[in-house]
């Protein structure tokens, strides 16, 4: 009788815990939609680096402060150039003179120009490939994240397969008990 008892214990509790079994068992549906959502961030994110890529892209590297600032310096340093140039010509300077400054003037700030407009563009390169960087990055988690997800589904449906084993040996060990020992 009393093996009995354990018996019918071990199937009250086997039907308690496993008997209301749904697609929410153990969480499984809750798990793959926080990984859905998860992973919607990653591709947000993703969408937002591509907007900023492209915004860069469109931008002229000549319109940021550090190349405004570098022009205008240059500027400001070629014509005081030109001004001492002049200055030390005097009053008796020859047209030859002045224009043979102007030009070297001219092309001082041709050559700074050229080099800034180098530099800018390079850094402009540098900033989207970086960019395009943050965006691998990101489509590569949401990528994981989403296969996660999908992988999710039905893996209650696993562990309480699983866990079916667990509870058969524990069955059986307490069917050996309630059976008589065979001579």
């Known amino acids: ?11 009250r509790v086997v ?3 496993y008997g ?6 153990f969480g499984s549906n ?29 931008s002229n590297s ?3 402060a550090s190349a405004k600032s570098v022009m205008k310096k240059a ?3 070629a014509r005081q150039y030109q001004t001492r140039a002049l200055n030390t010509m005097g009053a008796n300077a020859s047209a030859e003179a002045i224009v043979a400054s102007q030009g070297a003037v001219t092309e001082g700030l041709g050559a700074a120009a050229g080099q800034i407009a180098a530099g ?26 989403k296969a996660d997800s999908i992988n999710e589904r039905g893996t209650g449906w696993q562990s309480f397969f699983d866990n079916l084993d667990g509870i058969g040996k524990i069955i059986s060990g307490a069917g050996s008990l309630i059976s008589p020992p065979v001579e």
Not at 1 to 11: F, G, N, P, T, W
Not at 128 to 136: F, I
Request: proline fraction near 1%.
């Open 15 to 17: 039907k308690s815990v």
């Open 1 to 11: 009788m009393k093996k009995l008892r354990i018996l019918k214990s071990i199937v």
């Open 120 to 145: 800018a563009e390079a850094n402009k390169i540098n900033q989207v490939n970086a960019l395009q960087n943050l965006q691998q990055n990101q489509l590569g988690t949401y990528g994981s994240i």
């Open 20 to 25: 209301s079994a749904d697609p929410n068992l």
């Open 75 to 77: 500027t400001r340093n």
């Open 30 to 58: 809750k798990r793959r939609k926080e990984k859905a959502g998860l992973a919607g961030e990653f591709k947000a994110l993703s969408d937002n680096t591509q907007n900023e890529i492209d915004t860069l892209k469109a």
């Open 62 to 64: 000549f319109e940021s």
